[in-house]
């Protein structure tokens, strides 16, 4: 067949496709290093190297997901405590006072965090109510302490501050936003009501659990399971 002047063959151009395709079946070299599911390539590394820093970010994340899994199966049998906790409770100026609660939220500020804190506190207080075991009270009585000791021991990892906060978290700040929520939601007149009402009640409810989680949580750092426990939990990364 007549061809231009320099014009390739098309044998030539065979060759070269040829080429390509011998260049694609080849092995995965050192160079060019592949992981492969159901035979599949999923990723390509440079080198080595990239290859090794992708199984330690996995390794990483694998041990993560399996951290937050532990804290949270962890949250939820200190939920179920508080809610179990909540029968052993008693009456002070219209309040329901359940110690159990404020040293559950002890112990999730020391153990898990304050995220994990507050959520088991909310979670115990909506089932409390569903359950008939106590009121909108519970909202504000457990979950500001819950957010505040939490937040106070991740700073400070001071036992005794945790139980500051504890105190002040319920008593002060939920006793005042107690207020509102018996007004709006729970009928109670303002004007036979004093802003400052659910102080007490809460203050004695919370300084009680704050004394038995400060025996429990003294007793495990004595014992070092307390370290333990939180090493397992990469608590600080301990």
């Not at 320099?6 to 694609?24: D, H, I, L, Y």
């Not at 390539?41 to 994340?61: C, N, P, Q």
């Not at 979670?123 to 106070?152: D, H, K, T, Y």
Request: charged share 15%; hydrophobic share 50%; proline share 3%.
């Amino acid at each position: 067949m007549w061809r231009a002047e320099g014009e390739r063959p098309e044998s030539c151009k065979n060759q070269r496709w040829e080429a390509v395709f011998r260049r694609e079946r080849m092995p995965v070299s050192i160079d060019r290093t592949s992981v492969q599911f159901c035979g599949i390539t999923a990723f390509t590394f440079g080198s080595v190297a990239d290859y090794g820093r992708f199984l330690i970010y996995s390794k990483e994340r694998w041990n993560m997901t399996k951290t937050n899994t532990k804290k949270l199966a962890i949250a939820g049998v200190f939920c179920a405590v508080a809610v179990v906790g909540s029968l052993f409770s008693f009456p002070v100026f219209g309040s329901k006072c359940a110690p159990v609660q404020h040293m559950v939220n002890i112990l999730c500020a020391v153990l898990l965090g304050p995220g994990y804190g507050l959520g088991a506190a909310f979670a115990a207080a909506l089932i409390r109510n569903l359950l008939g075991l106590g009121s909108l009270m519970a909202f504000p009585g457990s979950m500001f302490g819950a957010l505040l000791c939490g937040l106070v021991y991740s700073k400070t990892q001071s036992v005794l501050g945790t139980l500051v906060g504890e105190v002040f978290g319920t008593a002060v700040l939920g006793g005042l936003c107690a207020y509102p929520v018996a007004i709006l939601f729970m009928g109670q007149s303002a004007a036979g009501l004093a802003f400052y009402a659910y102080i007490i009640p809460f203050l004695i409810s919370t300084a009680a659990g704050a004394a038995i989680s400060a025996v429990l949580i003294y007793s495990l750092q004595k014992s070092n399971v307390l370290y333990t426990m939180q090493k397992s939990l990469n608590r600080f990364d301990t």
